[in-house]
Nanobody, 126 residues
């Protein structure tokens, strides 16, 4: 079993920044890809970003250039640096561990992830 705990969410004004963290514990194996997803009220969960063990990264078009995913394999921690935040970024953000080791377009699908955190709320106010 793998446990994932997100932190760092909160309330921020438009244009502000937040850094989310996701600490993994249990049977962690850093070779698996990790990702961030988000879900806004009344909407489906959507892909935000993913990173492989070797730091190959993938981003949703809506966050490219504003968000940066990174991972510290020694600390079993995944990060999401979010800059230039917009109201449409408001959502619950979830980190997840993929069943995949190799990177590819499949990392954009939530079906490729088997462990999920409980989520952290990010609210961007006007």
């Amino acid at each position: 079993q793998v446990q994932l705990v997100e932190s760092g969410g909160g309330l921020v004004q438009v244009g502000g920044s937040l850094r989310l963290s996701c600490a993994a514990s249990g049977r962690t194996e850093s070779r698996y890809a990790m990702g961030w997803f988000r879900q806004a009220p009344g909407k489906e969960r959507e892909f935000v970003a993913a990173a492989t063990w070797s730091d190959t990264t993938y981003y949703a078009d809506s966050v490219k250039g504003r968000f940066t995913i990174s991972r510290d394999n020694a600390k079993n921690t995944l990060y999401l640096q979010m800059n230039s935040l917009k109201p449409e970024d408001t959502a619950v953000y979830y980190c997840a561990r993929s069943m995949r080791v190799l990177g590819g377009p499949w990392l954009r699908s939530s079906n490729e992830y088997d462990y999920w955190g409980q989520g952290t709320q990010v609210t961007v106010s006007e």
